[in-house]
């Protein structure tokens, strides 16, 4: 099982849109996705929403996917398909600590 880095960046998402996904993911049962290692959402120096995540394999984001798109979708706004990339290393934190 190969890590997988999951990297959404999409121009016209915001921070309201992203909180409005998190809640109703929240809502379905994934505060703590199965298979999601690591989790960040920034405002884009570009502008719009990124978001990297580290998960245990392409299958775990994929089984994850099922329920992420549909609520990304409900937002109306149009997010690109994520690029999703082999990890060579990935080394997890000692401490979880909110941003």
Do not use: C, R
């Not at 409005?20 to 929240?26: I, N, P, S």
């Not at 992420?68 to 080394?91: D, R």
């Amino acid at each position: 099982m190969k890590n997988v880095v999951v990297i959404f960046d999409a121009p016209k998402f915001t921070a309201e849109n992203y909180d409005q996904v998190w809640e109703d993911l929240q809502a379905a049962g994934f505060s703590h996705p199965q298979g999601l290692l690591s989790h960040v959402g920034f405002p884009s120096p570009n502008g719009g929403w990124m978001v990297v995540d580290v998960w245990e394999s392409g299958d775990a984001f994929a089984e994850f996917g099922k329920t992420l798109i549909p609520i990304i979708q409900k937002s109306g706004v149009e997010v690109p398909e994520p690029k999703v990339i082999p990890a060579h290393f990935f080394l997890a934190g000692m401490e979880h600590t909110p941003a």
